[in-house]
């Protein structure tokens, strides 16, 4: 068996030869990108669309599939960051969506679109009893956290270290931090996730170690009169969707009721795992919950709600509310029809369907590995997965760093150019879209690329 030292040399052999036939094969694309570098950043708008040497412009969706401005059909195993749950251009939401476009596209008024949505999803998840709409799941989780400030008149927040909760300064702290930079595993050090957040910011975060309760609960009592509320997903997301260990987040929950901190659960991702989301699966009940993604039905979306008396922040009905939330498009009718279309075909047993694929996936792919006597971990649970080109278990940040991430830019290459998208970071999630034939052409795509790789 080759060592992973090999394997990096190979995938980056790999990697440059794919390169150059992605190159040759997307013309268009390339010419696209070109114009784009002069007037956006790195030709993009949003960090995550670049990959060397150019991103592919998409033309348009169909279910599972894309199609790109060069012509080439890819099965879209990324879903935009595991948004799309229904895959593209679904027809319910299509047909929802164009009803309301002969509307009207935004009012400074309610529609009621807002209240059905919110009745939706407060039936679905028992700890909210109230909720408000936002345009991204980075201004839920901002405005969950100046909640819990404001009810604790506390000014810390709790954090896990690899935990990505969006991209406003409180959050952007540790999620990717520089091993050599982290500090003790079991007291990590908060890192700023870029220059630009100050150090007032900083003293305001403090770090957990994930899925150690024993580490976090020393964390906890020591700062408990600072901090305001604790911010957690029930699975790792950033670093392969690694399901949080029922003790720990139990333990996490006790520890807020404790020291009288809020405890805020982000299922901005992991709402696509059931019915009732995360919390349903592993059995917690949050103060308030962040949403986003699938719950917008493929539009710009994110929600945070929980307790009445928490949510009574906000309400301006007699008088100034605590906390104002403004926001021009909150509650968009376009993305409100398009949410509930989308969560009316969202039944448990869609859920289970999903959830049971994403078992066998993993299960396969974890065969593929033996197999081809590639180390590989599989983690991910529901419709999610990853791999990690490592022989190390990866339960936490730091154990995921260990991965090789050249084999990954190998795979994502190599993918692209045999009609898949997957993710360049190796994150995977699954569609409604998807069929058993789709599901079986990333698993042997995956097997061929293993057998070159191992050759
Ligand atoms: C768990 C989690 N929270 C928050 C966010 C931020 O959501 P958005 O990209 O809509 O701002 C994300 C996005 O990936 C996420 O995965």
Do not use: W
């Amino acid at each position: 068996m080759a060592s992973l030292a090999e394997l990096e040399l190979r995938g980056q052999e790999i990697l440059g030869r794919e390169q150059k036939a992605y190159e040759a094969a997307n013309p268009k694309s390339r010419e696209a990108f070109q114009h784009s570098i002069r007037v956006l950043p790195g030709g993009v708008t949003r960090t995550l669309c670049f990959f060397p040497p150019f991103p592919c412009y998409a033309d348009y969706g169909e279910g599972c599939y894309f199609v790109d401005i060069d012509g080439n059909r890819r099965l879209d195993l990324f879903n935009n960051a595991t948004s799309l749950i229904l895959g593209h251009r679904p027809p319910a939401v299509t047909k929802a969506v164009r009803d309301q476009l002969a509307r009207g596209t935004a009012f400074q008024t309610n529609t009621g679109f807002e209240t059905r949505l919110a009745e939706m999803l407060v039936e679905r998840v028992p700890s909210v009893e109230q909720i408000r709409f936002t345009n991204s799941g980075s201004e839920g989780t901002l405005m969950a956290i100046r909640a819990a400030r404001a009810f604790t008149g506390r000014r810390k927040i709790a954090k896990i270290e690899g935990g990505y909760h969006g991209s406003h300064d409180s959050v952007e702290i540790s999620v990717r931090p520089p091993l050599d930079s982290a500090g003790p595993v079991e007291s990590p050090v908060v890192v700023p996730g870029s220059i630009g957040i100050t150090a007032g910011v900083l003293q305001d975060i403090v770090l957990l170690p994930y899925n150690n309760l024993e580490a976090a609960r020393a964390i906890l009592t020591r700062e408990a009169s600072q901090i305001a509320g604790i911010i957690v997903e029930p699975i790792l997301g950033s670093v392969g969707f690694i399901p949080v260990e029922r003790e720990f987040l139990a333990g996490l929950r006790a520890e807020a009721d404790r020291h009288g901190m809020i405890f805020i659960l982000d299922e901005v991702q992991s709402f696509r795992l059931s019915r009732g989301g995360g919390q349903a699966l592993f059995g917690i009940r949050p103060d308030l919950t962040t949403f986003g993604k699938i719950i917008g039905g493929g539009f710009p979306v994110g929600a945070f709600g929980g307790r009445r008396d928490i949510m009574a922040l906000f309400d301006a009905s007699s008088g100034e509310a605590k906390i104002p939330h403004a926001g021009t498009f909150n509650g968009n009718p376009i993305t409100m029809v398009a949410g509930i279309a989308t969560l009316e075909q969202l039944t448990e047993s869609v859920f289970g369907g999903l959830n049971t694929t994403g078992d066998r996936v993993r299960q396969r792919l974890r065969d593929l590995g033996a197999k081809y006597g590639v180390p590989m971990q599989i983690t991910g649970i529901g419709s999610m997965f990853k791999i990690h080109f490592t022989t190390l278990p990866v339960r936490d940040y730091r154990s995921g760093q260990q991965a090789s991430h050249v084999i990954h830019e190998a795979l994502f290459m190599f993918g692209l150019n045999r009609g898949l998208f997957l993710s360049e970071g190796g994150r995977c999630c699954l569609s409604t879209a998807m069929g058993d034939a789709e599901v079986e052409k990333y698993l042997v795509t995956v097997g061929e690329f293993l057998s070159v790789l191992a050759q």
